[in-house]
């Protein structure tokens, strides 16, 4: 049990880190896609927030898998670099048995995003 806390204290920075990133990302993607209308139809810059942040949602739910595709990988390859995996796996904790509940928490992200873009996501934006 604290390796899975140990674990998770080392993912979950890095998730909410690299959501974050990418979704402002693809906020800024999305603001320079449409900048030409914004300026044409003479939009103030409140305007523009309110549009980005109407679209925030949406954002994150097109960055939760990259999010955590990174958070993994990052996290994996951090613990490989600090011979923390080698400890890991000399203790006989086998690397399935290791990376479960980041598979479980993958698993629940998706169910959680399906709901989140089906429920939440809709009524944010009416």
């Known amino acids: 049990m604290k390796l899975v806390a140990y ?3 080392r993912f979950i920075p890095i998730f909410l880190g690299s959501l974050g990133f990418f979704s402002l990302v693809l906020i800024l993607v999305d603001l320079l896609m449409n900048l030409t ?4 139809n003479e939009a103030t810059a409140v305007q523009v927030a309110q549009v980005m942040l109407l679209y925030f949602p949406k954002t994150c739910w097109y960055a939760m898998p990259l999010g955590i595709l990174f958070a993994v990988a990052y996290t994996l390859s951090d613990l490989y670099a600090s011979n923390e995996l080698t400890a890991v796996f000399s203790s006989g904790v086998s690397l399935l048995h290791f990376t479960f509940p980041l598979l479980v928490f993958s698993v629940v992200m998706s169910f959680g995003l399906y709901f989140f873009e089906n429920y939440l996501s809709l009524k944010i934006c009416r």
């Open 7 to 9: 674990l998770f204290r």
């Open 37 to 40: 209308n914004y300026l044409q």
